[in-house]
């Protein structure tokens, strides 16, 4: 590793680490605070934070190597997340603000189920922390992942450290601050990551000679990279637009709606939040496909096609700057994994120990099983990331449709339909989980499906079947009228 490289990588780190140091000082006094902060995000940060926590590794690795490997008809994975995270600020995320501080000012989503439904027996809320805990712990596992392929890749560092540097800073900065933390990281995590996507395609671009000879290249080198369909199915089409729909059932994402000031609010944030992603994107996908010319032009070759950033940011630009690029992706990494440590310690904390082990314990008591359940899933995620079997992206997928099928579906209908009923909600979760774990694991012949579509189908007609023949009794509908009456007022 260079000296610029260091003094980057160290100077981002250290940053982390004072934006943590402040959240501690100044949001964290009671468990409210931090898992939610407060509820007092503004409009940027929102929109910031729930897309640096949305995009993780694989939008600087995985998405990148996937445009590298296919060409453009790997982009429709990306039209589908940009469908799906536009409708999730229309459909869900005012009535969620609303309805969540409706609900007892619910602080988990699994808290919200619990007091949206009048579930005294507490089974959503078991099943629902389950899930979280299942999936969160795959997806963490990717996004360390990342990082240890991020330091073995750009600083030929060994894996295993990388794995245990990246965790240690992200577990730091979030035992300290927690929400409060991890959204101003995300804000600024955010901001590194859509200039350094913007950056590196321009300077390929140029590189290259301009747009032009960059894309008659590609073309020279195979027709098929700058064809939407050659080399795809319709169900391989099918499959990657089907990855929008998991954005109705990400816990870290859904968390960011529940912590905006006011209901308002959230329409500046759907503005700066798809702008965002619009931008992120489109660079990830050009960084690839531009990728194709550079390597052709110069004959090149990379052993990993997911390093195709990391080989731009160390070639093509000063090492200061190249660090820079690097905290990039270090960026995006640490983003979502601080988000998802944060919720699954929220759901250690609210949704087990306090809701069936220690009712009566106290806010000091509360914020230090959540501290400690911080460790507690960054140490089992960090067990798992050993010895990766598959690659970023196939570990965010199973990860991502696992959430979209069993929350998704229920947190569409529990915000939209006042029919849904307690006994449909527990039906979909189940049916919805279990049916993404048996597809991915089972052998059988329909592989090339993605899981999320059978998931979210089937959960969604469970959810309609059972609610129709255990209808919810008439204080749950009232309570939802007046939420859609509240929301037509103030939004």
């Given amino acids: 590793m260079g000296i610029y490289q260091i003094i980057s990588i160290g100077l981002?780190?250290?940053?982390?680490?004072?934006?943590?140091?402040?959240?501690?000082?100044?949001?964290?006094?009671?468990?409210?605070?931090?898992?939610?902060?407060?509820?007092?995000?503004?409009?940027?940060?929102?929109?910031?934070?729930?897309?640096?926590?949305?995009?993780?590794?694989?939008?600087?690795?995985?998405?990148?190597?996937?445009?590298?490997?296919?060409?453009?008809?790997?982009?429709?994975?990306?039209?589908?997340?940009?469908?799906?995270?536009?409708?999730?600020?229309?459909?869900?995320?005012?009535s969620l603000r609303v309805y969540t501080e409706k609900a007892q000012n619910a602080i988990t989503i699994p808290d919200f189920f619990e007091k949206r439904f009048r579930d005294s027996s507490k089974m959503l809320r078991f099943i629902s922390g389950a899930v979280i805990l299942v999936f969160f712990t795959l997806y963490t596992s990717a996004g360390m992942v990342s990082g240890g392929k991020l330091f073995e890749s750009a600083f030929g560092m060994d894996y295993t450290s990388g794995l245990w540097l990246t965790s240690s800073v992200v577990v730091i900065y979030?035992?300290?601050?927690?929400?409060?933390?991890?959204?101003?990281?995300?804000?600024?995590?955010?901001?590194?990551?859509?200039?350094?996507?913007?950056l590196v395609p321009i300077v390929v671009i140029v590189n290259l000679g301009g747009v032009g000879p960059a894309f008659e290249t590609i073309h020279l080198k195979d027709t098929k990279y700058l064809?939407?369909?050659?080399?795809?199915?319709?169900?391989?089409?099918?499959?990657?637009?089907?990855?929008?729909?998991?954005?109705?059932?990400?816990p870290h994402i859904?968390?960011?709606?529940?912590?905006?000031?006011?209901?308002?609010?959230?329409?500046?944030?759907?503005?700066?939040?798809?702008?965002?992603?619009?931008?992120?994107?489109?660079?990830?996908m050009l960084v690839g496909l531009v990728g194709i010319a550079y390597m052709s032009n110069y004959n090149l070759t990379i052993a990993d096609p997911e390093t195709i950033f990391i080989f731009f940011s160390k070639t093509l630009f000063h090492p200061l700057i190249g660090g820079f690029l690097l905290s990039a992706i270090l960026a995006a990494v640490m983003s979502t994994?601080?988000?998802?440590?944060?919720?699954t310690s929220s759901s250690l904390t609210e949704d087990f120990y306090k809701a069936f082990l220690r009712r009566g314990a106290s806010q000091n008591e509360l914020l230090l099983i959540s501290r400690l359940s911080v460790?507690?899933?960054?140490?089992?995620?960090?067990?798992?990331?050993?010895?990766?079997?598959?690659?970023?992206?196939?570990?965010?997928?199973h990860a991502w449709a696992g959430f979209g099928s069993a929350f998704g579906p229920l947190i569409l209908l529990s915000l939209l339909w006042r029919g849904i009923s307690r006994n449909g909600a527990v039906a979909g979760m189940l049916v919805g989980g279990i049916t993404v774990l048996a597809w991915v694991y089972l052998d059988h012949p329909y592989k090339d499906l993605y899981s999320m579509i059978p998931g979210f189908l089937l959960s969604m007609l469970s959810i309609v079947a059972v609610s129709k023949f255990s209808g919810p009794a008439q204080e749950i509908q009232t309570e939802f009228d007046a939420v859609k009456k509240e929301l037509k007022e103030n939004y």
Avoid: C, H
């Fill in 12 to 94: 981002y780190m250290l940053l982390m680490l004072g934006i943590g140091l402040y959240a501690y000082r100044k949001s964290t006094s009671n468990v409210d605070e931090f898992l939610l902060g407060g509820r007092k995000m503004g409009a940027a940060v929102t929109a910031l934070s729930a897309g640096a926590a949305d995009m993780s590794g694989w939008l600087l690795m995985g998405l990148p190597g996937a445009m590298f490997v296919s060409g453009i008809s790997a982009s429709w994975i990306a039209i589908g997340l940009t469908i799906g995270a536009y409708l999730n600020y229309v459909l869900v995320a005012p």
């Fill in 375 to 397: 460790f507690a899933v960054a140490l089992v995620s960090l067990l798992l990331s050993l010895n990766p079997k598959e690659s970023i992206l196939e570990l965010v997928g």
């Fill in 174 to 198: 979030t035992f300290l601050g927690g929400f409060l933390a991890v959204s101003l990281t995300d804000f600024v995590q955010g901001t590194i990551m859509v200039l350094a996507l913007v």
């Fill in 227 to 250: 064809s939407l369909f050659r080399g795809t199915t319709t169900i391989g089409i099918i499959s990657l637009l089907a990855w929008g729909l998991g954005y109705f059932g990400q």
């Fill in 254 to 284: 859904l968390v960011r709606f529940m912590a905006i000031d006011t209901v308002k609010q959230l329409r500046s944030a759907k503005k700066i939040g798809i702008t965002w992603m619009v931008f992120t994107v489109a660079g990830a």
């Fill in 337 to 343: 994994i601080s988000s998802q440590l944060l919720v």
